[in-house]
């Protein structure tokens, strides 16, 4: 069965503080996909990134930067001098491969506070 | 490009009654999917179709069904309303194939009571 654990429930920090949300994944399947996704409070699950399970490569993009360790089955996700307007739930997921499916498996959300 | 758009945005239903939900994915995309986010229980995965078959399933109670129509809008049901059902329904459309990212709808936020 697959399994997304955010161990984090709740962080609040200051304007311009780097954070990092964490996120461990467990999963049978050889190949599979990871995601963050940012949930304002609108509702509307808004894609961040996504990394496949055979390219551990990590990558900055923009204030966004991530973390992929499969020794560890880790994939976490770090925000780089933090602004209001990122606060929000963030949620990290977890998708397999098998028939072709869609479906994604997501972790309890962590919700983010940016205070000015 | 429009996104992913679901109707109603609130509805408020007794117990006992049924409810319908409708999902219109973004143009191009044939594979829908149904979560279910409570505060309890977080994002569950409910069912997925992709032309108009359900690929599949979540652990619900079969009072939670849905269907796909040619042109790839889906409606999800569901009869016999429980408070416990009160939630966020939340439709996500994608292209399938090598996993793309989903997009998601701003959900239908339903009240059971």
């Known amino acids: 069965a697959q399994k997304v654990t955010q161990a984090q429930t709740e962080i609040s920090v200051v304007e311009k503080e780097d954070v990092t949300l964490d996120c461990v994944y467990e999963?049978?399947?050889?190949?599979?996909?990871l995601f963050w996704y940012k949930q304002p409070p609108s509702g509307e699950l808004v894609f961040l990134i996504r990394r496949n399970s055979f390219d551990e490569q990590n990558e900055i993009s923009g204030r966004y930067s991530w973390n992929f360790q499969k020794s560890t089955s880790s994939f976490n996700f770090t925000i780089t001098a933090s602004q209001v307007v990122d606060s929000a739930v963030y949620f990290c997921a977890l998708g397999g491969t098998q028939g072709g499916s869609e479906k994604l498996v997501f972790g309890k959300g962590m919700k983010l506070t940016v205070n000015p | 490009k429009a996104g992913v758009t679901q109707t109603p945005r609130y509805l408020i239903k007794t117990r006992g009654q049924q409810v319908t939900l409708s999902c219109s994915p973004i143009s191009g995309h044939r594979s829908v999917s149904w979560y279910q986010q409570t505060p309890g229980q977080g994002l569950q995965f409910l069912f997925e179709?992709?032309?108009?078959?359900?690929?599949n399933k979540g652990n619900f109670p079969g009072r939670f069904s849905g269907r796909q129509f040619s042109n790839s809008r889906s409606e999800m049901n569901v009869s016999t309303l429980e408070l416990g059902d009160s939630a966020l329904y939340l439709c996500a459309s994608s292209f399938p194939g090598n996993r793309a990212e989903a997009f998601f709808g701003q959900g239908t936020r339903l009240t059971v009571v």
């Open positions: 999963t049978r399947d050889t190949t599979y996909y």
């Open positions: 179709y992709f032309s108009e078959t359900q690929r």
